[in-house]
């Protein structure tokens, strides 16, 4: 059975091959007319296009990287299946490259190095655009510890965004976690009135990776949080940290148990933590939403299930626009930096006695 060629969809549509590979390639200059017209006979003709022939025609790996603190973890699964979803459409493969530990990160630096053999790179909560910049560690020390800049300047220079995170100078799109702080802190607070006074306490997450670099994620969650704890006359009687592991979460979610004046109310700072919470309440036979209080924070899959109360992050949504972002670049915009924005939002459930 004869496989549908470029040049097939082209006299399909009515175009020349050139339009075909500008749709295909996603570019923009391309009227709108046209381009649904050459998508309709693609999909009619069933036609899926050779990346190697792509790749040689085009110069370009029709790839994009990914940088990423960690893979295993709900939160960056759904961030991938946003950013995916958008690479996919417009026929762009993604390569995950996890970041773990130092020595991942000094290969990641290198100029050389596969993940910048792409035509795109997103970095996911860790903005490394400083370090590429220079080379260097923060305050001007190499990562090899010589104190000269041993990675070379700036081993990326293509198009790039950051998805949860933001700075100045990139394009982002990024989570309002400082908002989302201070909505956790009001309702806690509003909680413990409830309680007759009832105790305040939170667990953070541990946010330095390898002492390398840190993310504002946690960091700003905290001072929303704190501030409006503050200003409603409230008080924290005590702080947790932990790992982004649930062996750790459920260890630290012992400990603060063990120390902590029921009835209580609890704020972690992600959903990890507070069904580790969860799970040790129950182990415990404490009544949830009554001598114990949990808000967490991402409303992953599982939360509604378990009836957690919790800030909800439309984490999909924000890696799509993040990829958005990142397409526009390759399809030629050359504007200045966008910065897009994403609030999260309080559900109520069963662990705050909703």
Not at 109 to 117: I, N, R, W
């Amino acid at each position: 059975m004869h496989k549908p060629t470029i040049q097939d969809v082209a006299r399909r549509a009515g175009v020349g091959v050139g339009t075909v590979s500008r749709v295909l390639n996603n570019h923009a200059a391309v009227r709108a007319t046209t381009r649904e017209s050459v998508l309709g006979a693609i999909a009619e003709l069933d036609y899926t296009p050779n990346p190697h022939a792509r790749r040689i025609a085009g110069g370009k790996s029709y790839t994009i990287s990914v940088l990423l603190p960690v893979v295993t973890t709900e939160f960056y699964v759904r961030l991938l299946d946003g950013l995916e979803h958008a690479f996919q459409e417009a026929r762009y493969d993604v390569a995950i490259f996890p970041l773990l530990d130092r020595s991942r990160l000094e290969r990641y630096l290198g100029s050389h190095t596969l993940a910048y053999q792409a035509d795109g790179l997103v970095m996911a909560t860790y903005n490394l655009t400083q370090l590429f910049q220079s080379g260097t560690g923060f305050s001007g020390t190499s990562l090899s510890g010589t104190g000269n800049p041993s990675m070379g300047a700036r081993p990326y220079g293509g198009p790039s965004v950051l998805v949860d995170a933001y700075a100045e100078g990139v394009d982002c799109a990024y989570m309002d976690n400082l908002l989302g702080g201070r909505l956790a802190g009001q309702y806690a607070s509003q909680l413990t009135r409830m309680q007759g006074g009832g105790h305040l306490y939170a667990v953070w997450v541990e946010t330095e990776l390898d002492h390398l670099f840190t993310t504002r994620v946690f960091s700003e969650r905290r001072s929303g949080f704190l501030e409006a704890v503050t200003a409603a006359g409230s008080r924290v009687s005590g702080e947790y940290v932990s790992s982004f592991d649930s062996l750790n979460a459920r260890t630290v979610a012992a400990q603060l148990l063990d120390e902590a004046t029921l009835p209580a109310t609890v704020f972690a700072s992600a959903d990890l933590l507070a069904g580790a919470l969860l799970d040790e309440a129950q182990a415990r036979g404490l009544a949830l939403g009554e001598q114990l209080k949990v808000i967490g924070f991402d409303d992953q899959p599982w939360a509604q299930g378990r009836g957690l109360s919790t800030l909800h992050q439309p984490v999909e949504a924000m890696g799509y626009e993040a990829a958005q972002l990142l397409l526009s670049r390759l399809a030629g915009h050359e504007g200045p930096p966008r910065a897009r924005r994403f609030e999260p939002r309080l559900i109520v459930r069963a662990s705050t006695g909703g």
